[in-house]
């Protein structure tokens, strides 16, 4: 494999904010959340605990907001999904903004198995 195609797809700091990046940018473009997702799994057994801390809360962000939307998709013939999806939308991005802060101050994410926002 080249070099520098492997230095995109391992564990590193730089793959994590393109990771967040993509995820904030899959609210638009679904496929760029599903390429972080990828990324994500690929990388979220790394030996690196920062990393790896990222990287499951990266993962698990992406795996709790599917089945939300799935159960809003489902729910918005009762009208209930309108506002699960509003709810969603909020909960996910204040969940990705707090998880970039976090990198972006050089800590692991404190409690990356959490469903809440932090």
Do not use: E
């Given at each position: 494999?080249?070099?520098e195609?492997?230095q995109?797809?391992?564990?590193?700091?730089?793959n994590?904010?393109?990771?967040?990046l993509?995820?904030?940018?899959?609210?638009?473009?679904?496929?760029?959340?599903?390429?972080?997702?990828?990324?994500?799994?690929?990388?979220?057994?790394?030996?690196?605990t920062?990393?790896?801390s990222?990287?499951?809360?990266?993962?698990?962000?992406?795996?709790?907001?599917?089945?939300?939307?799935?159960?809003?998709?489902?729910?918005?013939?009762?009208?209930?999904?309108?506002?699960?999806?509003?709810?969603?939308?909020?909960?996910?991005?204040?969940?990705?903004?707090?998880?970039?802060?976090y990198?972006?101050n050089?800590?692991?994410?404190?409690?990356?198995?959490?469903?809440i926002?932090?």
């Open positions: 494999m080249n070099d195609f492997a995109y797809l391992g564990a590193c700091r730089r994590l904010i393109i990771v967040y993509l995820y904030l940018c899959g609210i638009i473009a679904p496929l760029l959340l599903i390429i972080g997702a990828v990324f994500a799994y690929i990388n979220k057994d790394t030996k690196d920062f990393l790896s990222h990287y499951l809360f990266l993962y698990r962000t992406f795996w709790i907001g599917a089945i939300m939307f799935l159960i809003s998709v489902i729910t918005t013939i009762i009208f209930v999904g309108i506002i699960i999806y509003a709810l969603l939308f909020i909960w996910f991005v204040i969940r990705v903004a707090f998880g970039f802060r990198l972006m050089n800590y692991p994410h404190p409690n990356p198995l959490t469903f926002i932090k």
